[in-house]
């Protein structure tokens, strides 16, 4: 009975691991969407640097974290929510990963931009808006996977819907201005580039959300409507 017991703890312990390191990844792929948009909206080429260059980090944490979770299926053959625990925090870290990639990419949109002498910059408020929507869908992912809140998972969908508005909007924006002067064109693309990848990284966030619905429901409501999801968590 002891041995069980122990054993039961062990586990419990090698979770709460597992889920502890999601959460510090959760927190350094955040610090890189705010730093690569800050390098962006002020031309800081250092900064973008420094993001780039710290890709490797938030990469190096989802091979840590997998190999822990191949490690505790192997190993505790976990069943019902246990697995479902596990097969969460993988295919979270993976999204995560993802968003990492997708703020690197504006660190180098941002050195791209800056580096070329262009005649004028355009202010970058949009995108600026728009990653502070992308950034306000991970935290509250971030919680729902702490808390195993389910209910996050509507609002984030609410606002998966207005990033998708905010990026139809500035495509119709950026299309005007290259119309008006084509001399803007090769700057305005970088930008379409820059928006799409924070697009991307709402969709990452959205799936998030969805992960900890299957976890919590038993549900999987991937590819879905807002309102199935509603129905599903509230």
Do not use: W
């Not at 419990?12 to 390191?21: G, H, I, K, T």
């Not at 974290?65 to 925090?89: F, G, H, K, W, Y």
């Not at 990492?100 to 990419?105: Q, Y």
């Not at 202010?123 to 808390?147: C, H, I, N, P, T």
């Amino acid at each position: 009975m002891m041995l069980s017991e122990h054993t039961y703890k062990q586990f419990d312990a090698e979770l709460e691991s597992v889920r502890a390191n999601v959460l510090k990844m959760g927190g350094l792929v955040e610090e890189q969407i705010t730093n690569a948009v800050e390098a962006l909206v002020k031309g800081d080429l250092e900064l973008a640097d420094r993001v780039d260059a710290n890709d490797h980090n938030v990469n190096a944490l989802e091979v840590a974290i997998d190999e822990e979770c191949t490690n505790i299926i192997a190993r505790r053959q976990p069943t019902a929510s246990d697995l479902r625990m596990v097969m969460m925090v993988v295919k979270t870290i993976t999204d995560l990963e993802r968003i990492g990639d997708e703020a690197a990419k504006i660190a180098r949109m941002a050195k791209l931009i800056h580096k070329a002498e262009r005649i004028s910059l355009p202010r970058f408020s949009e995108v600026k808006y728009m990653a502070d929507l992308v950034l306000d869908m991970l935290r509250k992912a971030l919680d729902g996977f702490a808390r195993l809140d389910a209910t996050k998972a509507v609002d984030i969908a609410r606002a998966d819907q207005q990033v998708d508005e905010e990026f139809r909007l500035n495509l119709r924006h950026l299309i005007t201005f290259m119309m008006e002067d084509p001399r803007t064109i090769s700057v305005f693309i970088d930008i379409l580039f820059v928006t799409k990848a924070i697009e991307r990284m709402g969709d990452h966030a959205k799936n998030m959300s969805e992960y900890v619905v299957y976890m919590v429901k038993g549900k999987d409501v991937r590819h879905t409507s807002l309102e199935e999801i509603e129905k599903e968590v509230l």
